[in-house]
């Protein structure tokens, strides 16, 4: 089995549709890094002609050399290279060469981003190409970058030289937790949702997962070992990102910590909320936290900031505020001490994401009352009790609405979490309700058996999630 290539089977179909065309296509590919976007594309090119080249974080005139041997390699076999001083002699070099335009090449630009630099330049000399002599050939042009903000406002923006020059735009996303499948590890299914949350579904860091050990000596080996294997990994990925790190640093722990408002967060940065918002905007950018509202809820004062990355949160919540001790070589004493005790409650807030990217993933018109594009949380007042609470899920259509609750306990979930939800959701005057209720382990017999008997009640547990 190769590890370094799972689950991505809709993808691979997609692009070798693309590259079977027979007219000029450009893909554009992006996504976090560590999602597996090099190894998706190296297996789509297998078996096609094709011209590679990686961006480097490094000078132009070195990414120039890198690309000209790229394409010279391939179409001058053997032959010295010319030396070109800039990327526009070398494609119009490529554009006047029969060979290169009478091919059907896969030309893939990885790390585009680096290649192409702060400037539009690299941009418009595609665009131009594009236009003026590959729109007519049977080239396949593939741009994949890591820099969300970049792919999408200096690639696939209308501000963009290549604006509506693509015909396929792909992100590629983190795995989900039921294609945790193909790894084939005897973890329990418990367990091995620990992992993927741990890891953030991501395929470079679920790779270094050992199977032979236990998934406490796994979590151990990867984040709490002198010089684990992912100790220094998000300080890498914001120096990447950012420029003033400490300052983005400084905002996830107070995230992870607890403060969730603009204001909180300011107030525990010791900035002023401006300045924050800045910084919050940042990382929303880039996947790493996400504004969020109560359900249809409208006004802008009720936002919360959470972070969304899973390794970022995990991080952020038991290995930085530890970083002391494990360093001095007692991460073991804070996994026994501070994060295994700490699992349950950690993993609730994963456990609803889970449970929400289920409901997107398994929608049947035979089980749902209506499409769903907003699944949601909801926090608020309680109009009729006058207290304080929070739904899980949420969503409306009309005179529909669904509601869901997430269990993740070692207990039952039984009729009293039923009429607790239904309690929290008699303040909303919708005519049909339906009740989802998601649980870790499992559901008492009695709640099983009035469910069987309500087309209204659906119950979900973790081995059902998994099993998609």
Same mark, same amino acid.
């Given at each position: 089995m190769n590890r370094l290539f799972l689950n991505r089977e809709s993808e691979l179909k997609r692009l070798r549709k693309c590259y079977d065309?027979?007219?000029?296509?450009m893909a554009v590919i992006w996504g976090r890094r560590r999602i597996g976007k090099t190894q998706l594309i190296i297996e789509s090119i297998k078996g096609y002609r094709s011209i590679t080249c990686t $961006?480097?974080?490094?000078?132009?005139?070195?990414?120039?050399?890198?690309?000209?041997?790229?394409?010279?390699?391939v179409l001058m076999p053997g032959v010295a290279h010319p030396v070109f001083g800039s990327y526009k002699d070398l494609f119009d070099y490529l554009n006047h060469s029969q060979d290169f335009l009478s091919g059907d090449y896969v030309i893939v630009f990885d790390e585009y981003p680096f290649l192409s630099g702060s400037e539009d330049e690299l941009s418009s000399i595609i665009q131009y190409a594009i236009d003026h002599y590959w729109s007519k050939t049977k080239l396949k042009l593939v741009l994949c970058?890591?820099?969300l903000g970049f792919m999408r406002e200096k690639v696939l923006s209308g501000d963009s030289p290549l604006y509506a020059r693509t015909t396929l735009s792909m992100e590629v996303k983190k795995f989900m937790l039921w294609e945790m499948k193909a790894y084939g590890w005897e973890f329990s299914e418990e367990d091995t949702t620990l992992l993927y949350s741990a890891l953030g579904g991501i395929p470079r860091y679920l790779n270094m997962v050992n199977p032979s050990l236990s998934v406490k000596e796994n979590l151990y080996e990867l984040f709490f070992a002198t010089g684990a294997l992912l100790s220094g990994e998000v300080d890498t990925l914001l120096n990447e990102e950012f420029k003033e790190t400490s300052r983005y640093s400084d905002v996830l722990s107070a995230i992870a910590s607890g403060k969730s408002s603009l204001n909180d967060i300011a107030e525990a940065v010791r900035m002023q909320t401006g300045v924050v918002t800045f910084y919050l905007n940042g990382l929303i950018r880039v996947g790493i936290i996400k504004k969020e509202v109560p359900y249809g809820s409208?006004?802008?004062?009720?936002?919360?900031?959470?972070?969304?990355? $899973?390794l970022f949160r995990f991080h952020y919540q038991f290995v930085r505020p530890n970083m002391?001790?494990?360093n001095f070589g007692k991460g073991d004493a804070v996994l026994n001490m501070i994060v295994m005790p700490s699992i349950p409650r950690y993993? $609730?807030?994963?456990?609803?994401?889970?449970?929400i990217n289920y409901m997107y993933a398994s929608f049947n018109p035979e089980r749902d009352p209506f499409i769903y594009s907003d699944l949601q949380r909801w926090w608020g007042g309680n109009?009729?009790?006058k207290t304080q609470c929070e739904?899980?899920?949420?969503?409306?259509?009309?005179?529909q609405a669904l509601f869901g609750e997430c269990k993740w306990t070692e207990d039952e979930v039984g009729i009293p979490v039923l009429d607790t939800l239904i309690e929290k959701c008699d303040q909303f005057d919708y005519p049909n309700k339906y009740w989802y209720l998601f649980s870790k382990s499992g559901f008492s017999d009695k709640l099983i058996q009035n469910a069987a008997l309500e087309s209204n009640i659906h119950l979900i547990d973790l081995s059902e999630i998994y099993s998609l």
């Open positions: 065309s027979n007219h000029f296509e $961006g480097l974080k490094t000078s132009l005139e070195n990414n120039l050399r890198n690309m000209t041997d790229a394409f010279l390699s970058g890591s820099s409208k006004n802008n004062k009720k936002s919360i900031y959470t972070i969304i990355d $899973g002391n001790m494990i993993m $609730g807030l994963e456990w609803e994401q889970i449970c109009k009729k009790t739904i899980d899920m949420m969503s409306a259509n009309c005179e």
